[in-house]
């Protein structure tokens, strides 16, 4: 069925360096990505999201890069903080009919950001 | 706002007892969808609840039900409980149909141990 993964389970940065965390999902009629956050003892938070009819969107400290030819999704963090430690899985989704609801998230194996002070 | 809300927090089962795991979505929100997650896992899809209706459902058995109540809060219940069903359990509400938004805003979770 389908699936997204990624391509580091851990991912180790100093504070204030940049982070890049990638993600390669299977199913090319997926039309909605997004990333989550986790932190030990919590429920996935929600990062940033993009449609695939967009190739880049930024948050703060954020952005997220889709590349729809090679089904690749790419999480940036600029100038990464201890509090920026945590997992951090990709989700994708497929609209309804009418691209007004998305259902089930499929989500990776997430990664694992260490940020050193 | 309050956020999402699961209901207990933990929870420690024998092989083969049944449990039942609630959920109170975001003030406003209709759907509600649950997932599980086992440790060192991504979440896993179980369903999606929309105005009281199954509208989505995971490759899980069919010891796992779930129900959506008229205040849109929900109930996941899964029966002759498995080692295997040790995990995280997941729920997220969204808003309605149609809305600008289609985040999913997830709870804290229950966490489910079968001894």
């Known amino acids: 069925g389908e699936s997204v993964g990624l391509h580091l389970p851990t991912l180790s940065v100093q504070e204030g360096d940049n982070s890049i965390i990638n993600c390669a999902y299977s199913?090319?009629?997926?039309?909605?990505f997004i990333w989550y956050k986790q932190e030990s003892g919590k429920g996935p938070q929600f990062i940033i999201d993009?449609?695939?009819?967009?190739d880049k969107r930024q948050g703060q400290r954020v952005t997220v890069l889709l590349n729809k030819t090679v089904k690749h999704l790419s999480l940036q963090i600029a100038a990464t903080q201890p509090g920026d430690s945590a997992v951090y899985f990709c989700?994708?989704?497929?609209?309804?009919?009418?691209?007004?609801?998305?259902?089930?998230?499929?989500f990776g194996q997430g990664t694992i950001l260490t940020v050193h002070p | 706002d309050a956020g999402v809300t699961q209901s207990p927090t933990h929870l420690i089962k024998t092989r083969g007892q049944q449990v039942t795991l609630r959920c109170s979505p975001i003030?406003?929100?209709?759907?509600v969808s649950w997932y599980q997650q086992v440790l060192g896992q991504g979440p896993q899809f179980i369903f999606q609840?929309?105005?009281?209706?199954?509208?989505g459902r995971g490759n899980f058995p069919d010891r796992f039900s779930a129900r959506q109540f008229p205040n849109y809060s929900s109930e996941l219940n899964v029966n002759a409980l498995l080692l295997g069903d040790s995990a995280l359990y997941l729920c997220?509400?969204?808003?309605?149909?149609?809305?600008?938004?289609?985040?999913?805003?997830f709870g804290p979770g229950t966490r489910l141990t079968v001894t």
């Open positions: 609840y929309y105005e009281k209706e199954e509208r």
């Open positions: 997220a509400s969204s808003l309605p149909q149609g809305a600008p938004s289609y985040e999913q805003y």
């Open positions: 199913n090319s009629a997926s039309d909605y």
């Open positions: 989700a994708e989704s497929l609209s309804n009919a009418g691209g007004t609801s998305y259902g089930k998230l499929t």
């Open positions: 003030s406003g929100h209709k759907s």
């Open positions: 993009i449609r695939s009819n967009m």
